[in-house]
């Protein structure tokens, strides 16, 4: 009886080698493809450049925004069941510039913009972007309600940018050094990063630096290997983000400019949305878009006002240098970057320098 069983045993396993070696080959799993939304479900795909988390520079602006629209699909009975946001951060699909281009094309609904990135559609926002231009950001708003910005803001729209609301500056962006720099002309032939905008080069080109445009990304390393002498950047951006005191750890307390940021969505999307016309009783348009929208709620930029001062003390506790400030070199900072800007102007219908006058 054993031997019978032996035998059966055998003939089993003979069988199934032969149907294995019959079955057609395995292929390699295709990715895992994300699904696609529910039938009637409302896609919104926000793309950043940088992280929300640990926050920093634009995450301190922006995040409470995110979080809002994050509620609204939740708890909001318009929203809920009708709207699914999907975030990617860390330039997962784009980097912030690039982010533009795929927003105005369609390829994403919502990401954040500013006057540096809005410049590769209209020329006219490099003058916003231009250090020594604009004052401070009670200047800029009025600015953006002047006649030739709002045409300028439509035709941005008419392009496929629609801005939703900007959130205000991230307080005074400064000059780091890898040394220490006394005065304005210590940054002399130094290698300076810059994230972007035409008028920003011009102005470090004219205080003597060689300003060089790189990705976030990159910085740290550029740092660490000596490609670069120095950056710009805002005080939280400097400390919770690039952790300068470890590589960069001195600033020039000479504000260049306040980089302004704006929250923004595809205008073709934007404009498919449900209305019910009536801001007393929104449906996901008029909660989007709008006097009574909820990004028109929240206001960051008072918070970096006070925030800013707190950070600069921050600085100092870690040891970091902050070069004694002198009413006379700011000056001489204000008046060679505005010079810097003569060509900028020149290039640009008058009426949009009148416009930024009528306002100052």
């Not at 913009?113 to 708003?141: D, M, T």
Request: net charge negative; charged share 20%.
């Amino acid at each position: 009886m054993r031997k019978v069983l032996l035998i059966l045993m055998s003939v089993l396993l003979l069988a199934g080698i032969t149907i294995a070696g019959c079955a057609a080959p395995t292929e390699e799993a295709a990715p895992t493809e994300e699904a696609a939304p529910q039938e009637g479900v409302i896609e919104c795909i926000w793309s950043s450049g940088g992280p929300s988390y640990p926050e920093a520079g634009e995450g301190f602006g922006i995040n409470p925004y995110i979080h809002y629209l994050q509620a609204c699909t939740e708890l909001n009975p318009a929203f809920k069941g009708r709207f699914e946001l999907k975030l990617y951060e860390n330039g997962i699909l784009y980097n912030q510039n690039d982010a533009q281009t795929a927003l105005a094309s369609g390829a994403i609904q919502m990401t954040y913009g500013g006057c540096q990135y809005f410049e590769q559609f209209q020329p006219e926002w490099k003058l916003l972007s231009a250090p020594g231009v604009i004052g401070n950001y009670e200047h800029f708003r009025r600015v953006m309600e002047t006649e030739p910005y709002k045409d300028l803001t439509a035709d941005l729209a008419s392009k496929g940018t629609t801005i939703l609301k900007w959130t205000g500056g991230l307080g005074p962006v400064y000059i780091y050094t890898t040394k220490p720099c006394e005065n304005i002309a210590d940054i002399k032939g130094l290698k300076i990063r810059y994230f972007g905008g035409e008028g920003v080069g011009k102005a470090l080109a004219a205080l003597g630096a060689t300003p060089i445009f790189m990705p976030y990304t990159e910085v740290v390393t550029a740092l660490q290997t000596h490609q670069i002498d120095g950056m710009i950047t805002d005080l939280s951006g400097a400390l919770f983000f690039f952790e300068l005191p470890r590589y960069c750890p001195n600033i020039l307390p000479y504000e260049l400019f306040e980089e302004k940021n704006a929250i923004t969505a595809n205008t073709e999307w934007l404009q498919s949305l449900p209305s019910s016309g009536d801001i007393a009783r929104p449906d996901i348009y008029e909660y989007l878009q709008g006097p009574t929208s909820i990004f028109n709620r929240i206001e960051t930029y008072p918070f970096f006002y006070e925030f800013n001062g707190m950070l600069l003390g921050l600085w100092k506790q870690n040891g970091c240098y902050v070069a004694p400030y002198d009413e006379a070199q700011a000056k001489t900072l204000r008046e060679t970057v505005i010079k810097a800007q003569e060509e900028l102007i020149g290039g640009i219908n008058p009426k949009y320098i009148k416009a930024i006058e009528s306002v100052r």
